[in-house]
């Protein structure tokens, strides 16, 4: 093999001198490159002297390893690489076996401890059988000098290598451990830049003795330095780069496009998306020629869903992901978004305890027939895919799952492409499976885990619709043809490449067995991606981050750094260009208004400018449509009144405090909340929603307390004495009634039921705590008589025009006869301040305290003495809103409040009565003022900010 330096750039040379011998094939690094150079040729006739060129004759370093650096021997087949990996899996159940019987087969590279769990070792294990040939005869070697330095390892690796010969047999070989024959080849071959292949040092001393092959490789003396613009932080670098790429094609006269400039990116599965995003606001055309595996982010995923499926036991989350994935044509989309909803109504978040919670929430939910029978028909189907015995059985249940639930007519282009290249690695497996697994009696525990293993170990890139800039991956595109070359991210990590030969030896083994590692190939590419540095009308650009998304970094030692003035960052003068940063600019009134727009730009102003009215101070409509009003009046007269009341009763608008507490400042809120009850419409399905706690808590005390004509009262002790026990088995029945009570939204829920049932304790100890301090004779309402428990109350106000609604926690009466009304909270209490009218200004934030003093109040000649909020978990915390034994908080005292809380629920009145429930858009005076919220406090805590455009304002114009 001849050994000739050559300068990079000189590539065209050797292409031009070599085109006119039929007989010499080129061999480049990658595909990328060949194709590059072949176009070259074409595009170039003057520089490379032809006009057309066969492509046989550009091949890639891994086609040639197939092709011509292959041994043959005469009636033996080489081993498939997918056969290596079933021998494996057999060796690691064989292993596992063994552990069990007490006698391991290996020690060390698969640790007993995790021998029944050790499919995950196979890939690992199969890439490294090719190489064993070669450490096994320099380990021989080196045992034969050191007996004593064999250890575990040593000795798995020596009984895998034996049992892999043994497998071989007399039927099969290891390519990788035979010669190739060069001596009969006619070609001659030419090898640009092996020091980028990993594993040429394999194949160098094989072709040391071939004359018929020249490699070209770099020169030892470097003619250019390199050097590298250091930015501040990666939004800088990406942002700097998009525009360096414009101001290149737009200063290069028409001679450069942006099919002409290559971006390589390390690290490009994370740097992907913003790189994508900065391409397309900035308009550049660009294609990612970069794979993806078969199993993200296409119809390939179905088999990662279908194995998740399995592997939860039919979660809500897999089947969800499953049943919804749009990636595949499902026959009846509309009955899978059922099945997710009702799964997400009935809490199906996972099976617990055994049984299938899908199948016994949907059978008790009494409404679910359709949803359930699908769901009974995707389970089985599942359970035949990734329980198939064989590959062939696995490709008949995949067939029979697609004909059952997909559409075949809508396949996109994309989603059949991805399936048949799917269905082509089992095709070969079923092939696999006929022509080696059978008749070597091999076994596989899951042939669909080593199916989709496969397929998550494969990837695919469509072909490109659309042309531009190309982005690579680092490494892939070092040798190629393109006259601009832009590399980013060139930090000492990303760019470090370390080949360790026998790499599945620790490094103090491989040095013993004189095994050196080498970063040779890091500086390598970094001078092959350099190459145009010093021609005409083409550059090389690197560029690396301070701070990147994994941290802080410095830059490769090979560069040195650029120079930029003092007090700037490397292209800077492009910002001058860059239209997305100057209409931020002008819209923050930094500067003047930008002198280009992009065509996106122009569009969304376009579209923001006929959406929009001008007229600041034309008149707004306030009032609501016809439909919205009728439903307000259901809410707030039909369905507050019972049957069989009055025709008055019927007609009378009723207010309850939740209605005024989300009226006010915002009337609008009220709408989307109480009236028409928009929902963020989410799949995400919880155990419990965040209320259930302090719902069952209330409910369990209203159980409680409707068996109490007084209460009991807490003794010196802290209990109740006699009555302790009694007292807590009534707590426990009470709490079983009221976890099993059917207005609670989990009581169709099996696994929520079953859940708390087993917490139940928790609940029980919570009341009885609670009851312990809220029954303390001085200092609670033990002995007090219980007028009501969860009372549902309405009074007409002074002048009958609307009524006054609520259900009232508990009403208690002491020895006096004092009324007390108690209002429970699970564990925060409001703030005295909040329940009373502020003295200035006489605005009210919390609506409860009042409301439930006036139903009181004008229902019962006995007026309200106290009222007091007690926390149930945060045991003794009270607060007392009203008390006759405290001068300042008096009833007489509240009586402002209660002015106030009237002066809002007449304001609600007259705005819900006249069809007028809008906020005001400015802060007004007198009773305007209440429902003028202000865009800060209000609006932006608001969870309807996204839908009501009450919030923004753009250009001095509220939207």
């Given at each position: 093999?001849?050994?000739?330096?050559?300068?990079?750039?000189?590539?065209?040379?050797?292409?031009?001198?070599?085109?006119?011998?039929?007989?010499?094939?080129?061999?480049?690094?990658?595909?990328?490159?060949?194709?590059?150079?072949?176009?070259?040729?074409?595009?170039?006739?003057?520089?490379?002297?032809?006009?057309?060129?066969?492509?046989?004759?550009?091949?890639?370093?891994?086609?040639?390893?197939?092709?011509?650096?292959?041994?043959?021997?005469?009636?033996?087949?080489?081993?498939?690489?997918?056969?290596?990996?079933?021998?494996?899996?057999?060796?690691?159940?064989?292993?596992?076996?063994?552990?069990?019987?007490?006698?391991?087969?290996?020690?060390?590279?698969?640790?007993?401890?995790?021998?029944?769990?050790?499919?995950?070792?196979?890939?690992?294990?199969?890439?490294?059988?090719?190489?064993?040939?070669?450490?096994?005869?320099?380990?021989?070697?080196?045992?034969?000098?050191?007996?004593?330095?064999?250890?575990?390892?040593?000795?798995?690796?020596?009984?895998?290598?034996?049992?892999?010969?043994?497998?071989?047999?007399?039927?099969?070989?290891?390519?990788?451990?035979?010669?190739?024959?060069?001596?009969?080849?006619?070609?001659?071959?030419?090898?640009?830049?092996?020091?980028?292949?990993?594993?040429?040092?394999?194949?160098?001393?094989?072709?040391?003795?071939?004359?018929?092959?020249?490699?070209?490789?770099?020169?030892?003396?470097?003619?250019?330095?390199?050097?590298?613009?250091?930015?501040?932080?990666?939004?800088?670098?990406?942002?700097?780069?998009?525009?360096?790429?414009?101001?290149?094609?737009?200063?290069?006269?028409?001679?450069?496009?942006?099919?002409?400039?290559?971006?390589?990116?390390?690290?490009?599965?994370?740097?992907?998306?913003?790189?994508?995003?900065?391409?397309?606001?900035?308009?550049?055309?660009?294609?990612?020629?970069?794979?993806?595996?078969?199993?993200?982010?296409?119809?390939?995923?179905?088999?990662?869903?279908?194995?998740?499926?399995?592997?939860?036991?039919?979660?809500?989350?897999?089947v969800r992901r499953l049943v919804l994935d749009g990636r595949v044509p499902w026959k009846n989309k509309a009955l899978n978004e059922s099945l997710v909803r009702e799964g997400n109504r009935l809490h199906c978040i996972c099976n617990y305890g055994g049984g299938d919670v899908w199948i016994e929430s949907l059978g008790k939910s009494g409404r679910s027939e359709r949803e359930l029978e699908l769901y009974k028909r995707v389970k089985k189907s599942i359970e035949a895919v990734t329980?198939?015995?064989?590959?062939?059985?696995?490709?008949?249940?995949?067939?029979?799952?697609?004909?059952?639930?997909?559409?075949?007519?809508?396949?996109?282009?994309?989603?059949?492409?991805?399936?048949?290249?799917?269905?082509?690695?089992?095709?070969?497996?079923?092939?696999?499976?006929?022509?080696?697994?059978?008749?070597?009696?091999?076994?596989?525990?899951?042939?669909?885990?080593?199916?989709?293993?496969?397929?998550?170990?494969?990837?695919?890139?469509?072909?490109?619709?659309?042309?531009?800039?190309?982005?690579?991956?680092?490494?892939?595109?070092?040798?190629?043809?393109?006259?601009?070359?832009?590399?980013?991210?060139?930090?000492?990590?990303?760019?470090?490449?370390?080949?360790?030969?026998?790499?599945?030896?620790?490094?103090?083994?491989?040095?013993?067995?004189?095994?050196?590692?080498?970063?040779?190939?890091?500086?390598?590419?970094?001078?092959?991606?350099?190459?145009?540095?010093?021609?005409?009308?083409?550059?090389?650009?690197?560029?690396?981050?301070?701070?990147?998304?994994?941290?802080?970094?410095?830059?490769?030692?090979?560069?040195?750094?650029?120079?930029?003035?003092?007090?700037?960052?490397?292209?800077?003068?492009?910002?001058?260009?860059?239209?997305?940063?100057?209409?931020?600019?002008?819209?923050?009134?930094?500067?003047?208004?930008?002198?280009?727009?992009?065509?996106?730009?122009?569009?969304?102003?376009?579209?923001?400018?006929?959406?929009?009215?001008?007229?600041?101070?034309?008149?707004?409509?306030?009032?609501?449509?016809?439909?919205?009003?009728?439903?307000?009046?259901?809410?707030?007269?039909?369905?507050?009144?019972?049957?069989?009341?009055?025709?008055?009763?019927?007609?009378?608008?009723?207010?309850?405090?939740?209605?005024?507490?989300?009226?006010?400042?915002?009337?609008?809120?009220?709408?989307?909340?109480?009236?028409v009850k928009l929902r963020e419409d989410s799949l995400d399905a919880s155990l419990f929603e965040k209320y259930d706690q302090g719902n069952i808590n209330h409910k369990i005390l209203e159980l409680l307390f409707k068996t109490f004509d007084t209460l009991p009262v807490t003794g010196e002790d802290g209990s109740f004495g006699e009555r302790e026990n009694d007292i807590r088995k009534l707590i426990k029945e009470k709490t079983g009634e009221a976890i099993r009570d059917k207005s609670?939204?989990?009581?169709?829920?099996?696994?929520?039921?079953?859940?708390?049932?087993?917490?139940?304790?928790?609940?029980?100890?919570?009341?009885?705590?609670?009851?312990?301090?809220?029954?303390?004779?001085?200092?609670?309402?033990?002995?007090?008589?219980?007028?009501?428990?969860?009372?549902?109350?309405?009074?007409?106000?002074?002048?009958?025009?609307?009524?006054?609604?609520?259900?009232?926690?508990?009403?208690?009466?002491?020895?006096?006869?004092?009324?007390?009304?108690?209002?429970?909270?699970?564990?925060?209490?409001?703030?005295?301040?909040?329940?009373?009218?502020?003295?200035?200004?006489?605005?009210?934030?919390?609506?409860?305290?009042?409301?439930?003093?006036?139903?009181?109040?004008?229902?019962?000649?006995?007026?309200?003495?106290?009222?007091?909020?007690?926390?149930?978990?945060?045991?003794?915390?009270?607060?007392?809103?009203?008390?006759?034994?405290?001068?300042?908080?008096?009833?007489?005292?509240?009586?402002?409040?209660?002015?106030?809380?009237?002066?809002?629920?007449?304001?609600?009145?007259?705005?819900?009565?006249?069809?007028?429930?809008?906020?005001?858009?400015?802060?007004?005076?007198?009773?305007?003022?209440?429902?003028?919220?202000?865009?800060?406090?209000?609006?932006?805590?608001?969870?309807?900010?996204?839908?009501?455009?009450?919030?923004?304002?753009?250009?001095?114009?509220?939207?």
């Amino acid at each position: 093999m001849k050994r000739i330096e050559l300068e990079p750039a000189r590539i065209a040379d050797v292409l031009k001198e070599n085109l006119g011998q039929e007989d010499v094939v080129f061999v480049f690094p990658t595909d990328v490159a060949l194709v590059s150079w072949a176009e070259w040729c074409v595009k170039n006739p003057q520089a490379s002297g032809v006009k057309a060129v066969a492509l046989e004759r550009f091949i890639a370093w891994d086609t040639f390893k197939e092709k011509y650096a292959v041994a043959k021997e005469s009636g033996r087949h080489a081993v498939p690489a997918v056969l290596r990996k079933v021998f494996v899996r057999n060796l690691i159940e064989e292993n596992a076996a063994a552990v069990r019987s007490g006698k391991s087969l290996f020690k060390s590279i698969v640790h007993p401890q995790f021998a029944d769990d050790a499919d995950s070792f196979a890939d690992w294990i199969a890439k490294n059988l090719p190489l064993l040939k070669t450490w096994y005869e320099k380990f021989s070697r080196y045992a034969s000098e050191h007996p004593e330095a064999a250890d575990d390892e040593d000795e798995d690796y020596l009984t895998l290598y034996r049992r892999y010969v043994d497998f071989l047999g007399d039927e099969m070989f290891e390519p990788a451990w035979l010669v190739p024959d060069f001596t009969e080849e006619r070609k001659k071959f030419i090898i640009f830049f092996p020091e980028q292949l990993e594993d040429f040092d394999e194949y160098e001393a094989v072709f040391a003795t071939a004359e018929n092959i020249t490699s070209y490789v770099l020169p030892e003396k470097e003619m250019h330095a390199g050097e590298v613009f250091v930015y501040p932080d990666t939004r800088t670098e990406l942002r700097r780069t998009a525009l360096c790429i414009r101001d290149i094609v737009g200063k290069s006269g028409g001679e450069l496009s942006y099919e002409d400039v290559a971006l390589h990116v390390p690290e490009l599965e994370t740097y992907r998306p913003y790189i994508e995003r900065e391409l397309t606001n900035y308009r550049i055309p660009f294609v990612v020629r970069s794979g993806v595996r078969f199993t993200v982010g296409s119809a390939g995923s179905i088999f990662e869903d279908i194995d998740e499926c399995r592997k939860t036991d039919y979660s809500y989350d897999s089947v969800r992901r499953l049943v919804l994935d749009g990636r595949v044509p499902w026959k009846n989309k509309a009955l899978n978004e059922s099945l997710v909803r009702e799964g997400n109504r009935l809490h199906c978040i996972c099976n617990y305890g055994g049984g299938d919670v899908w199948i016994e929430s949907l059978g008790k939910s009494g409404r679910s027939e359709r949803e359930l029978e699908l769901y009974k028909r995707v389970k089985k189907s599942i359970e035949a895919v990734t329980g198939a015995k064989t590959f062939e059985g696995l490709r008949t249940a995949w067939l029979m799952f697609k004909n059952e639930f997909l559409c075949d007519d809508e396949f996109s282009v994309e989603a059949n492409n991805v399936l048949g290249r799917c269905i082509a690695e089992l095709e070969t497996l079923v092939a696999i499976e006929k022509d080696y697994i059978v008749p070597l009696d091999l076994k596989l525990r899951s042939p669909f885990s080593f199916f989709i293993n496969e397929l998550r170990s494969k990837t695919y890139r469509p072909q490109d619709a659309l042309s531009g800039l190309s982005v690579f991956d680092y490494k892939v595109a070092s040798c190629a043809a393109y006259p601009v070359n832009i590399v980013i991210n060139c930090t000492q990590d990303a760019l470090t490449v370390v080949r360790k030969p026998l790499g599945f030896l620790n490094t103090q083994k491989r040095r013993a067995l004189g095994i050196r590692d080498s970063d040779a190939a890091s500086t390598a590419f970094i001078r092959l991606y350099g190459k145009f540095n010093n021609a005409d009308s083409a550059r090389s650009i690197f560029s690396c981050s301070e701070r990147t998304f994994s941290g802080f970094a410095i830059p490769h030692t090979y560069f040195d750094i650029a120079p930029v003035e003092k007090n700037h960052t490397p292209f800077d003068e492009l910002d001058a260009n860059d239209f997305i940063l100057n209409e931020k600019k002008w819209f923050l009134s930094e500067s003047n208004a930008p002198r280009a727009l992009s065509d996106l730009q122009k569009v969304q102003y376009e579209h923001w400018k006929a959406s929009s009215d001008f007229s600041v101070n034309a008149p707004r409509p306030q009032s609501v449509d016809a439909g919205v009003k009728k439903t307000i009046d259901y809410v707030l007269k039909e369905r507050r009144t019972p049957n069989g009341s009055s025709s008055e009763d019927a007609f009378a608008i009723k207010i309850s405090q939740s209605d005024m507490r989300d009226f006010f400042p915002c009337p609008r809120k009220w709408i989307f909340k109480s009236v028409v009850k928009l929902r963020e419409d989410s799949l995400d399905a919880s155990l419990f929603e965040k209320y259930d706690q302090g719902n069952i808590n209330h409910k369990i005390l209203e159980l409680l307390f409707k068996t109490f004509d007084t209460l009991p009262v807490t003794g010196e002790d802290g209990s109740f004495g006699e009555r302790e026990n009694d007292i807590r088995k009534l707590i426990k029945e009470k709490t079983g009634e009221a976890i099993r009570d059917k207005s609670f939204d989990f009581y169709q829920s099996p696994i929520a039921l079953r859940v708390l049932e087993e917490q139940s304790h928790k609940f029980e100890k919570i009341i009885i705590d609670f009851l312990h301090e809220f029954c303390k004779k001085e200092k609670g309402f033990g002995g007090c008589r219980v007028v009501s428990t969860e009372a549902l109350c309405e009074a007409w106000e002074n002048e009958k025009r609307y009524k006054y609604f609520g259900k009232i926690d508990c009403i208690l009466s002491d020895d006096a006869g004092r009324i007390i009304i108690v209002d429970y909270k699970n564990t925060s209490l409001p703030s005295i301040a909040s329940c009373r009218a502020d003295e200035t200004t006489g605005t009210l934030d919390n609506f409860q305290c009042a409301m439930y003093v006036t139903l009181w109040n004008l229902t019962d000649p006995v007026k309200v003495d106290k009222m007091v909020f007690c926390s149930i978990k945060n045991v003794g915390e009270s607060v007392a809103v009203i008390d006759d034994e405290n001068a300042k908080k008096t009833p007489g005292s509240y009586e402002p409040t209660l002015s106030a809380f009237d002066r809002y629920a007449s304001l609600f009145y007259e705005r819900v009565e006249n069809g007028n429930p809008e906020p005001l858009r400015s802060a007004l005076r007198g009773d305007d003022a209440l429902i003028a919220p202000d865009v800060y406090s209000d609006c932006m805590a608001c969870d309807f900010k996204t839908i009501c455009r009450t919030a923004y304002t753009v250009a001095s114009h509220k939207l």
